[in-house]
C-alpha cells in the first residue's frame, strides 16, 4: 500500500534559523497535503499541493511538490517560537500520515 | 462554526471494559476516519468510512470496532480494551477523499490500566 516516510522524525533549532522536513512517497501522488499539530492539540490543514514541481508560499512556509509527484518538502524561514510544533505530510487516498517531524525551538 | 467534536476528550478505563469513543461533524461530509497517535510512530488509520453504511480497514484496525449509521456521527469501539490501546485518538473528516481539507477533532486521550 501506499507509504510516506517523513525525515527528520526531530529538529531542533535555534530561532532565526531555517528548518526544512522532507516527505517521500513509495508510489506518485495525485496530491500531498501538509498539517501542523501544535503541542496539546490536533492536527490543522496548511496546505494541498497538487502540480508537478508545485511551489506555494505561505508568509515564511515555502511548500514543493516534486516533480515526480513522490516527494515533498516543507521549508520555513527564519523561525519563531509560533512554529513549534509537529509537521505532517499526507498522501491522498485514505490519507496516509507521515511519521511527522517535531520542531522545537531554542529562543 | 464548522467541527469535528470527539467524546470523552479524556478517558481512564481498565482491561476489557467497552467502551465507545463518539466522533460528530456538522459538515455533511461524506469522509470519516480515526486515527491513534502514539509517539514516534506519528498519526496512524484505525478505519475510515466512505459514506454512511461503508467503513473499511485502515492500517491498524485490531481491536477496534466503526459504525456508520449516519453521515455526521462515525463512534469507535473497543469491545474489549487493552493496555496498548493506550494511546491519542483523532477524528476526522473531510467532504471528498482525494481532495479537500481534513478536519480533525481535539482528540480523545485514552488510558487502558
Known amino acids: 500500500g501506499q507509504q510516506v516516510m517523513q525525515i527528520p522524525q526531530y529538529q531542533h533549532v535555534q530561532e532565526g534559523e531555517d528548518f526544512t522536513t522532507y516527505c517521500n512517497s513509495s508510489?506518485?501522488?495525485?496530491?500531498i497535503q501538509w498539517y501542523k499539530q501544535r503541542p496539546g492539540g490536533h492536527p490543522v490543514f496548511l496546505i494541498q499541493?497538487?502540480?508537478?514541481?508545485e511551489v506555494k508560499k505561505q508568509k515564511r512556509l515555502t511548500f514543493q511538490f516534486g516533480e515526480a509527484k513522490k516527494n515533498s518538502s516543507l521549508h520555513i524561514t527564519a523561525t519563531q517560537t509560533t512554529d513549534v510544533g509537529t509537521y505532517f505530510c499526507?498522501?491522498?487516498?485514505?490519507?496516509?500520515f507521515g511519521q511527522g517531524t517535531r520542531l522545537t525551538i531554542n529562543p | 462554526e464548522a467541527q469535528v467534536t470527539q467524546n470523552p476528550r479524556y478517558l481512564i478505563t481498565v482491561t476489557g471494559k467497552k467502551l465507545t469513543v463518539t466522533c460528530s461533524q456538522n459538515?455533511?461530509?461524506?469522509?470519516m476516519s480515526w486515527y491513534r497517535q502514539d509517539p514516534g510512530l506519528g498519526l496512524r488509520q484505525i478505519y475510515y468510512?466512505?459514506?454512511?453504511?461503508?467503513?473499511d480497514k485502515g492500517d491498524v484496525p485490531e481491536g477496534y470496532k466503526v459504525s456508520r449509521k449516519e453521515k455526521r456521527n462515525f463512534p469507535l469501539i473497543l469491545e474489549s480494551p487493552s493496555p496498548n490501546q493506550t494511546s491519542l485518538y483523532f477524528c476526522a473528516s473531510k467532504g471528498r477523499l482525494n481532495t479537500d481539507t481534513q478536519y480533525f477533532g481535539p482528540g480523545t486521550r485514552l488510558t487502558v490500566l
Open positions: 499541493l497538487v502540480k508537478s514541481g
Open positions: 468510512s466512505m459514506n454512511v453504511e461503508v467503513t
Open positions: 499526507a498522501g491522498p487516498q485514505k490519507l496516509v
Open positions: 459538515m455533511n461530509h461524506e469522509y
Open positions: 508510489t506518485t501522488l495525485s496530491n
